[in-house]
């Protein structure tokens, strides 16, 4: 079933956003489909809209700090169900013979479909968070526990992760360790 939703994109590195009406790909039966709740704003969405590293394609709807709710799953899909609060981040799925590989082999080097400025593995363009809806592999799906107010889950979904993911490599994530975070903005805010 063919589905369309609006977004927020960029048609060009002017920095404004207008409202764009797409296709969503359609739910695979590894996909979880997923109303937009809210979505954080990360600099990272600043950089890709304004064109500053040199490859963003347009029309862009940026986003990937995305918590919405499961409306519907793929017939492959067991850890999540409608209805369902979930978090979405920078990675929408793996190119398809990365996605049938052993979890020990998904290594920062896999190669990945971002959330938005990539090309999905159908050809079609993967949009961002700043949209009413997403379709998403359920690799890179996230619960959102309960309770917690989804516009204070957003950013946790980036900023978070970047500060968390060093402290646990190294080791610093016990009780009564002592350490400084030097930083404004969304990662030394975090922090």
């Known amino acids: 079933m063919e589905r369309k939703t609006v977004g927020w994109a960029a048609r060009d590195p002017s920095g404004i956003l207008s409202p764009y009406t797409y296709?969503?790909?359609?739910?695979?039966?590894e996909d979880v489909y997923v109303k937009v709740i809210c979505c954080g704003i990360?600099?990272?969405d600043i950089h890709q809209i304004k064109n500053d590293l040199g490859m963003s394609s347009y029309?862009?709807?940026?986003?990937?700090?995305?918590?919405g709710e499961v409306i519907e799953v793929g017939s492959g899909v067991t850890k999540f169900r409608a209805g369902d609060v979930v978090g979405v981040g920078c990675i929408v799925g793996l190119y398809c013979r990365m996605l049938s590989r052993p979890k020990a082999d998904m290594?920062?080097?896999?190669?990945?479909?971002?959330?938005?400025?990539?090309v999905y593995t159908d050809g079609k363009p993967t949009q961002g968070g700043f949209a009413g809806a997403m379709v998403v592999h359920q690799k890179f799906v996230v619960k959102i526990p309960e309770g917690m107010a989804p516009e204070q889950a957003a950013p946790l979904l980036c900023a978070g992760v970047t500060v968390y993911s060093p402290l646990n490599h190294f080791g610093l994530k016990g009780s009564g360790l002592r350490g400084?975070?030097?930083?404004?903005?969304?990662?030394?805010?975090?922090?």
Do not use: F, Q
């Not at 296709?23 to 039966?29: A, D, I, M």
């Open 23 to 29: 296709t969503l790909r359609n739910t695979g039966p």
């Open 42 to 44: 990360c600099h990272t």
């Open 59 to 67: 029309p862009m709807v940026p986003g990937h700090e995305v918590v």
């Open 107 to 118: 290594s920062n080097t896999a190669t990945r479909r971002w959330s938005y400025n990539d």
């Open 180 to 191: 400084g975070i030097l930083g404004l903005g969304g990662v030394g805010h975090m922090g």
